[in-house]
Every structure is written in structure tokens, then in C-alpha cells.
T-cell receptor, first 117, second 113 residues
Framework: ETGVTQTPRHLVMGMTNKKSLKCEQH?????MYWYKQSAKKPLELMFV???????ENNSVPSRFSPECPNSSHLFLHLHTLQPEDSALYLC????????????????FGDGTRLSIL | SQQGEEDPQALSIQEGENATMNCSYK?????LQWYRQNSGRGLVHLIL?????REKHSGRLRVTLDTSKKSSSLLITASRAADTASYFC?????????????FGQGTRLTINP
């Protein structure tokens, strides 16, 4: 149990569907992250939220829309996805301290395995 | 690119032997972290080493960092079958107060009983 819960664990959707991935952290952290893990590619950072403010959008297509309503919850809204978007989507959280940054590790959920038909 | 590279991509050893994985990166870092991932699961943090540290230990794990060569290594001593997993190094950069991790491709470690 990592303290970061992702739902659903598996999701199959058509290209015209709209769905959302959910992430919840129970660690009291103030930063949350979305990553994409595709086969044979390094883990790619998609979005960063620091104190609920989005501070990084790593050139992610607009068909992925993040939402962070509070420091414990993070969503990834999906619409009109493409087959190449099939991947494992991982959420992580960490505690960001003041003074120019953080030397704290990130805690990951078990991911949502997304398959686009 | 800030992306790190790991070496080897795959490693298969006998139980009880030591396993060494290497990571190289290209730009200055805040810290470097090693993670482990079992098949179908999320990443689990193993060790974080700061840029001003040279070596760190945690149980059977030993991590070294050489900032002049921009490289790090992870040593697992007395390996066990349960150590079978993928291992990733991640270089950490601070952007607008948040920590950005850039991951390598990973090393797939197999421990044979």
C-alpha cells in the first residue's frame, strides 16, 4: 500500500468515448503528477500540480485534460483518444518543501492500464 | 535532452550474486533517485541521493553518484528471487517549486533461483 490509489485499474474505451482517471493520495502531500508509461519508452511526465496549481504541461495533446480540485485528488479527463494513447498511466505525489525545491521522493499508484480500441 | 540512459537494458544472474546497474545523465541535477517496478504495478522508491552526496546505503542496496561523470550506479548485494523487477533511475530537477523527474529506460533484472 503506497498511499496513492488510482481507479480504475483497467480501462478499455473507444476513440469517441469520454472517460476520466482518478487518483487520490492519503499522504498529506502538496504536489501531484501524471505520467505515461508506454512499452519500450521511458516514463514520460505529463502534468505537474504544485499546491493545486498546474506548473508543468509537458506538450501533452489537448485530448488529455487534467484537473486538481484539491491537494489530495487528481483527475485525468480523456476524450477522442488515439490508439497510440494506449499505455499505463501513473499518478504520483510528493511533498514539496520551501527554499527552492524538494529532495523528497515521489510515491506512485499502481496505475490505470488504458487500451484504446 | 535531460533523459538518462541505463545500462544494461537487461540483466540475468543467479540468486546470491550481486547485481550492478548503471545510469548516465546529461545535465546538472538536484538529486538522483532509483525506483523499482514489478510487472503491472507502480514504481516504488528505493533510494534518493543528493547531488552533494557520493554514496548511500539502504539494506542490501548501495548507490553511488559521480557528478563529474554524470553517472550513478545501483548495487544489489546477495540477490534474491524477489528482487526480480525493472529498476529505473530518475534525475530530479526543480521547476517552479515542484520536482520534475526524468526517467531512464530501465534495467530488467531477473534473478534465477
Amino acid at each position: 500500500e503506497t498511499g496513492v490509489t488510482q481507479t480504475p485499474r483497467h480501462l478499455v474505451m473507444g476513440m469517441t468515448n469520454k472517460k476520466s482517471l482518478k487518483c487520490e493520495q492519503h499522504l498529506g502531500h502538496n504536489a501531484m503528477y501524471w505520467y505515461k508509461q508506454s512499452a519500450k519508452k521511458p516514463l514520460e511526465l505529463m502534468f505537474v500540480y504544485n499546491f493545486k496549481e498546474q506548473t508543468e504541461n509537458n506538450s501533452v495533446p489537448s485530448r488529455f485534460s487534467p484537473e486538481c480540485p484539491n491537494s489530495s485528488h487528481l483527475f485525468l479527463h480523456l476524450h477522442t483518444l488515439q490508439p497510440e494513447d494506449s499505455a499505463l498511466y501513473l499518478c504520483a505525489s510528493s511533498q514539496v518543501t520551501g527554499g527552492g525545491g524538494s529532495n523528497q521522493p515521489q510515491h506512485f499508484g499502481d496505475g490505470t492500464r488504458l487500451s484504446i480500441l | 535532452s535531460q533523459q538518462g540512459e541505463e545500462d544494461p537494458q537487461a540483466l540475468s544472474i543467479q540468486e546470491g550474486e550481486n547485481a550492478t546497474m548503471n545510469c548516465s545523465y546529461k545535465t546538472s541535477i538536484n538529486n538522483l533517485q532509483w525506483y523499482r517496478q514489478n510487472s503491472g504495478r507502480g514504481l516504488v522508491h528505493l533510494i534518493l541521493i543528493r547531488s552533494n552526496e557520493r554514496e548511500k546505503h539502504s539494506g542490501r542496496l548501495r548507490v553511488t553518484l559521480d557528478t563529474s561523470k554524470k553517472s550513478s550506479s545501483l548495487l544489489i548485494t546477495a540477490s534474491r528471487a524477489a528482487d526480480t523487477a525493472s529498476y529505473f533511475c530518475a534525475t530530479a530537477y526543480i521547476i517552479q517549486g515542484a520536482q520534475k523527474l526524468v526517467f531512464g529506460q530501465g534495467t530488467r533484472l531477473t534473478i534465477n533461483p
